[in-house]
């Protein structure tokens, strides 16, 4: 068990983007969260208080959470002088990046050393099987997006609160570090072994009440080439019910990819519901999820009545907004 409160490690993430574990941390569990530490240059900022090592100790701080998600999940040998002395101070570490924590040696005997507890939650602990297609009971709606990190997470947490809100049975379900980071709990799928991610997904949302929704975490982008796959995975192994696009409209192309251009919401839509429908041909595009945090207010609403007079689907920011318009549109299936 992850030890709480976090100090969130921010490191020298360049961009907000970069920072986007401490953001959802910082914005679903901001109790379990007494401050960050950036170092210098870091051009991310979660909004709580800056922090040295040892004064998050002061504050009550346990675990030292590396809150990057930078490209490849890599642990930067500039940060292992602070992780290390981390570690000599008694903060535990947890860590969702791909480069794991129990793979430095530095990092390992200091934990040793120091009688300190590293935590990898991007390490699959369970044997998931074949996905098998068959047909589950209950509901599951998941988030599709036109690129990586435009607030598929976000989408599924705020329908989930608002339904828990109505009274309705809901469960948000994650596949990413930041999620398991929020609830405790989930499958780290861009760390499944190909053949058996689309299974993990099924292990993930298995049979439930007729009127329960499993909300799942969404990842990557159908037109994303270098993190395609963990969508198709969660496409295919949660068998949506209601899919829900996902857009971020004012980037000048895909995350990390400058030579390629995010698709129309439109082309999205086409390009997700026959691969939906594969597994589940009942499936239906309900409404569409936008980040708007980098518009006006009044742009906002105006971008988003635009998608509803074009698309004929109700369009809000969850976030920004309130997530009523998609949990209305559940109810409406």
Not at 205 to 233: C, K, R
Request: charged fraction near 20%; proline fraction near 5%; glycine fraction near 10%.
């Amino acid at each position: 068990m992850i030890q709480t409160p976090y100090l969130l490690f921010l490191g020298d993430a360049p961009d907000q983007l970069a920072a986007k574990v401490a953001r959802g941390i910082a914005d679903w569990r901001p109790e379990n969260s007494v401050g960050q530490f950036r170092m210098e240059g870091c051009g991310a900022d979660v909004g709580l208080p800056d922090m040295t090592l040892e004064e998050g100790l002061a504050a009550g701080a346990k675990t030292l959470v590396i809150g990057v998600a930078n490209r490849g999940g890599v642990i930067s040998d500039a940060w292992k002088e602070i992780l290390v002395k981390a570690l000599q101070l008694g903060y535990d570490i947890a860590s969702g990046l791909h480069n794991l924590l129990r793979d430095e040696d530095e990092l390992m005997a200091a934990a040793r050393v120091n009688g300190r507890t590293l935590f990898d939650v991007r390490i699959p602990s369970v044997a998931y099987p074949i996905a098998n297609g068959k047909k589950r009971t209950g509901k599951r709606c998941l988030a599709v997006g036109t690129d990586c990190s435009v607030g598929k997470m976000y989408t599924g947490l705020c329908m989930d609160a608002e339904m828990r809100k109505r009274g309705m049975k809901s469960t948000f379900r994650p596949t990413g570090q930041t999620g398991i980071l929020i609830t405790g709990g989930g499958v780290p799928l861009d760390a499944v072994v190909a053949d058996f991610m689309a299974g993990s997904v099924e292990y993930l949302t298995p049979d439930n009440d007729a009127d329960h929704w499993d909300h799942i975490e969404g990842q990557g982008s159908l037109f994303h080439v270098s993190y395609s796959g963990v969508t198709m995975a969660l496409i295919h192994g949660g068998q949506p019910d209601a899919i829900v696009l996902a857009h971020e409209p004012t980037r000048d192309h895909m995350r990390g990819l400058p030579e390629y251009q995010q698709p129309t919401l439109e082309e999205l839509r086409d390009m997700a519901l026959p691969l939906a429908r594969v597994a589940n041909p009942a499936c239906q595009v309900i409404g569409v999820s936008v980040n708007t945090q980098h518009m006006g207010e009044d742009e906002a609403k105006a971008y988003l009545a635009n998608i509803e007079s074009r698309m004929g689907l109700p369009a809000t920011d969850p976030y920004r907004f309130g997530a009523e318009k998609l949990v209305d549109a559940l109810e409406a299936l």
